[in-house]
C-alpha cells in the first residue's frame, strides 16, 4: 500500500536542524552527542502540514507517495568552538554561513570569528567587551 514518504536527500542536507525544530510532532529527532549530531527521521508522515519541506534551506526534503520505508538516520561530524572546544555546528552549516552571512560581518573590530564561536562564547565574548567598554568609559570620566 502505497504511504505519504519523507524523502530526504542526504547529499544535500546539512544537517542544520531547521526540520526538526519545525515538525509539530516530534517525527524528525535530533541528538547532539560525543561530536556528532544524529538525526532521526520518520520513513513515513501521514500529516500533510510540510513544515520540514518548508523549512528546508536546502530543499533536501520532500514529501512523497510510496511504499512503506523504515526510519532513517543521518549522521554529522559536529565543528569544534574556537574558543572552549565544544561541538556545535554542522561543517556543512558552517560551510552554509560562511558563503551566506557578508564577509565584513563574520569578524567583528576585535578579530573575533562569530561563525567559528559557540553561542555561549558568543555570549561571553560580549558580555566581556560590554563590561570592557563599561569600564574604559567610567575611567574616562573620572576627573
Ligand atoms: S510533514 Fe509535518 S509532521 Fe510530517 S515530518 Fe514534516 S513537519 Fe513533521
Ligand atoms: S532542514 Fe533540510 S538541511 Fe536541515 S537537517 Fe532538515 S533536511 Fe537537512
Redesign the pocket.
Known sequence: MKKRL?AVDEKTCIGCRA?SA????D??RLSDEDGVRRIDF?GI?D???????RACPEEA?D?VFGEVQPEFVLSFDLVPCQRCGAPFVTYGEMDRLGKTIPQELQTDAFGASWITLCPRCRRSVERERAAKTLLVSRRGTRV
Not at 22 to 25: A, Q, S
Open positions: 519523507l526540520c519545525v515538525c509539530p510532532v517525527l524528525i520518520p508522515c500529516e500533510d502540514c510540510q513544515e520540514c519541506a526534503i514529501l
